[in-house]
């Protein structure tokens, strides 16, 4: 059975700080997906993540994928408040279109 | 456009009730799928069609009946539900079941209260 795990599961930032957040999945698989929601709010999707080594890059998040490790990271670079949300990473398992979701990590961005 | 139309935003029942969900998108999605979101938790698949047949249905109880007229429509029939039922519920789309890059993009769900 797929399972994700993320950490951590709460971060609270300066503004102007960096971070990273890690999701961990236990069986292969060929995609990933990152996706933020905030407050009351429905999903959005950020990246998708295909390959090992693959790199996307938006504004002050990039994400990467190290499908050996079965990791991805999604490192925010200078934070500001904007950022405040809860991000999700999910995984599809390797038949059908079934996505398991981590746990979510809630950004809090201090001014 | 990437929009995925969800009505009611807000619904509450009672138990006894009959209630539907509905969801729509018009990218010409060949995949469509609910979710049920418990506050602070992520969010959990319920059911996928494919090519609107049920492809997927993750052992979720009878009260939960989905059906899928056409490609672009996605209902979900409530009945006789409990209050734990109660939960954000998503609605997805995503362009083709069998592709690779198959991003799901969601609706804004609607809140469901079961009294």
């Known amino acids: 059975e797929l399972k994700v795990e993320q950490n951590p599961l709460f971060l609270s930032m300066q503004e102007g700080k960096n971070y990273t957040i890690y999701c961990n999945y236990s069986t292969t698989s060929d995609r990933l997906y990152w996706y933020r929601q905030d407050p009351g709010k429905s999903l959005e999707s950020l990246f998708v993540?295909?390959?090992?080594?693959a790199v996307k890059q938006e504004g002050r998040l990039m994400a990467s994928l190290d499908t050996k490790a079965r990791l991805s990271t999604l490192h925010i670079t200078a934070a500001v408040h904007d950022l405040s949300a809860t991000y999700f990473c999910?995984?599809?398992?390797?038949?059908?279109?079934?996505?398991?979701f981590g746990a979510g990590t809630i950004l809090r961005v201090k001014s | 456009d990437t929009e995925v139309t969800q009505t009611p935003k807000h619904l509450v029942m009672g138990m006894t009730n009959k209630k539907s969900l509905k969801c729509e998108q018009h990218?010409?999605?060949?995949?469509m799928y609910w979710y049920k979101q418990k506050a602070k938790k992520p969010p959990e698949l319920m059911f996928v069609y494919s090519y609107e047949k049920l492809s997927i249905n993750e052992s979720v109880p009878s009260r939960f009946s989905p059906e899928c007229p056409n490609s672009s429509l996605l209902n979900l029939h409530l009945h006789a539900l409990q209050p734990e039922d109660s939960a954000l519920y998503l609605c997805?789309?995503?362009?083709?079941?069998?592709?690779?890059?198959?991003?799901?993009?969601f609706g804004a769900g609607t809140r469901l209260s079961v009294l």
């Open positions: 997805a789309s995503s362009q083709d079941p069998r592709g690779r890059r198959n991003i799901q993009y």
């Open positions: 993540l295909l390959s090992n080594g």
């Open positions: 990218m010409g999605h060949r995949a």
């Open positions: 999910a995984v599809n398992t390797e038949y059908g279109n079934k996505l398991v």
